[in-house]
């Protein structure tokens, strides 16, 4: 599986954007995903997850009813919509996939947990 993540750049604090990850290589029925953020000096941390059929999201704490995740495997993307966005928001975001068997609904906010990784997109959030 190859995740390739986009729509990343600069906004004021209070602005939004949407990230989108396109698969490729694999079908995403079977992959788990997640997307996590990575400032600088900071360790990567989970944002948000979804499972393969999309039915179950979790988000950190911090971005809670600001950011939401979706996908449409019909058409390889997952996406991230980021509104009120904040100054510590700023990092590199990832989207990463995870294998899971069919029917197992799971997702996770663990990096270590997935193993198919995207090259990461910039979001800046500043006045």
């Known amino acids: 599986l190859q995740l390739v993540e986009s729509g990343g750049g600069s906004v004021q604090p209070g602005g939004s954007l949407r990230l989108s990850c396109a698969a490729s290589g694999f079908t995403l029925d079977y992959y788990a995903i997640g997307w996590f953020s990575q400032a600088p000096g900071k360790e990567r941390e989970g944002v948000s997850c979804i499972t393969s059929g999309g039915g179950i999201t979790n988000y950190a704490d911090s971005v809670k009813g600001r950011f939401t995740v979706s996908r449409d495997n019909a058409k390889k993307a997952v996406l991230l919509e980021m509104n009120s966005l904040k100054p510590e928001d700023t990092a590199v975001y990832y989207c990463?996939?995870?294998?899971?068997?069919?029917?197992?609904?799971?997702?996770?906010?663990?990096?270590?947990?997935?193993?198919?990784w995207g090259q990461g997109t910039q979001v800046t959030v500043s006045s």
């Open positions: 990463a996939g995870g294998f899971v068997s069919y029917g197992i609904n799971w997702c996770a906010l663990t990096p270590r947990a997935f193993n198919s």
